[in-house]
């Protein structure tokens, strides 16, 4: 057994950190729906969490620690998927919101750039942007 198959690579415990977020972001207002855990199963694939470490975390996603990205665009993709997970069920609570703060600041941002992020993002998946930003968003180059 290589030294790599006893401890993971960095992306990959990474990863794994960030899949435990996404869960206990859907496990906070209660038990996780069909929505949630399909999309919990679609971020597993995507980041190569197997089905051992998938039941782990399900167990207790508290107990894996957030690797923040080194990059900006690396941590917003990071908030992004969290935003996904979230709005499984179109919809945000407070309690959601709330986490979605400390896993933000955990990424690395601070926490008035979390605010911002967070508030706009809200606006952005809830359907709130405005006509302006909406046509920005159709015209902006991939």
């Known amino acids: 057994m290589s030294f790599s198959d006893l401890f993971g690579t ?12 996404i869960v206990n972001l859907a496990a ?4 996780i729906n069909e929505k949630e855990e399909a999309q919990l199963k679609r971020f597993a694939s995507k980041l190569d969490i197997h089905e051992e ?12 620690p957030i690797h923040p990205n080194n ?34 600041i955990g990424l690395g941002f601070s926490a008035e750039v979390s605010e ?4 706009r ?5 809830s359907g709130q ?3 302006d930003d909406y046509v920005y968003l159709l015209n902006k180059d991939e």
């Open 10 to 21: 960095g992306e990959h415990l990474r990863n794994l950190g960030h899949f435990a977020a």
């Open 28 to 31: 906070v207002d209660g038990e």
């Open 53 to 64: 470490e998938y039941n782990k975390v399900l167990k207790n996603p508290t107990a894996f």
């Open 71 to 104: 990059s900006v665009q690396g941590r917003l993709e990071r908030l992004h998927d969290l935003f996904k997970i979230i709005y499984a069920d179109h919809y945000i609570d407070e309690e959601e919101e709330d986490l979605l703060k400390k896993y933000a």
């Open 116 to 119: 911002g992020i967070i508030k």
């Open 121 to 125: 993002s809200i606006q952005i998946f």
């Open 129 to 131: 942007i405005s006509f």
